[in-house]
T-cell receptor, first 114, second 115 residues
Framework: AQSVTQLDSQVPVFEEAPVELRCNYS??????LFWYVQYPNQGLQLLLK??????LVKGINGFEAEFNKSQTSFHLRKPSVHISDTAEYFC????????????FGRGTSLIVHP | SAVISQKPSRDICQRGTSLTIQCQVD?????MFWYRQQPGQSLTLIAT?????????ESGFVIDKFPISRPNLTFSTLTVSNMSPEDSSIYLC????????????FGQGTRLTVV
């Protein structure tokens, strides 16, 4: 079984400032890792994913995340945020074999202030 | 990739009634998933819908309350039965596509309010 911990329920930040959204996971098997974004009144959209290879993963909208196996973390970063980045962000993990059904963290609400 | 159309997008229902949510995928998929997202919380998997067999429900969810149909490889419905205000949530359908890696795709969600 897997579990995902997003320590921050809400992250306020000013526009053009850098941001990091934290995600830690636990699993007894090898996993794939994901970040999804949910804009108001919309479904979830994939930002980026780690399957294998380079531990630094780049996604859409200028986001990137780094897989750290020793710390079982997959933190999401963006060097300069925009107002339009205001949304809910979900970290997810799925087993790399078998059902692939993802387990989601509780979500982090990113609030970008002008 | 997969494009998922989900409807209705929102509804306000009286307690004791039922609502059926439809999910249409633009490609054939083996498994479809139904999630519930309660206010301010993460996604909780309700059940996995397989074509040609009964849905598999997660702990805490039962078929009488959340009956699911899966008549073919591109369509599924979730019914929320005998609703109470505690059922007010966003309901999302999802598929996992494994071509070129793996990724979950989601419908836009159905925002249900029970009064």
């Amino acid at each position: 079984a897997q579990s995902v911990t997003q320590l921050d329920s809400q992250v306020p930040v000013f526009e053009e400032a850098p941001v990091e959204l934290r995600c830690n996971y636990s699993s007894s098997v090898s996993v794939y890792l994901f970040w999804y974004v949910q804009y108001p009144n919309q479904g979830l959209q994939l930002l980026l994913k780690y399957l294998s290879g380079s531990t630094l993963v780049k996604g859409i909208n200028g986001f990137e995340a780094e897989f750290n196996k020793s710390q079982t973390s997959f933190h999401l970063r963006k060097p300069s945020v925009h107002i339009s980045d205001t949304a809910e962000y979900f970290c997810a993990v799925s087993p790399s074999g078998g059902s692939y059904i993802p387990t989601f963290g509780r979500g982090t609400s990113l609030i970008v202030h002008p | 990739s997969a494009v998922i159309s989900q409807k209705p997008s929102r509804d306000i229902c009286q307690r004791g009634t039922s609502l059926t949510i439809q999910c249409q995928v633009d490609s054939q998929v083996t498994m479809m998933f139904w999630y519930r997202q309660q206010p301010g919380q993460s996604l909780t998997l309700i059940a996995t819908a397989n074509q040609g067999s009964e849905a598999t429900y997660e702990s805490g969810f039962v078929i009488d309350k959340f009956p699911i149909s899966r008549p073919n490889l591109t369509f599924s419905t979730l019914t929320v039965s005998n609703m109470s205000p505690e059922d007010s949530s966003i309901y999302l359908c999802s598929v996992v596509v494994r071509v070129g890696g793996t990724e979950a795709f989601f419908g836009q969600g159905t925002r249900l309010t029970v009064v």
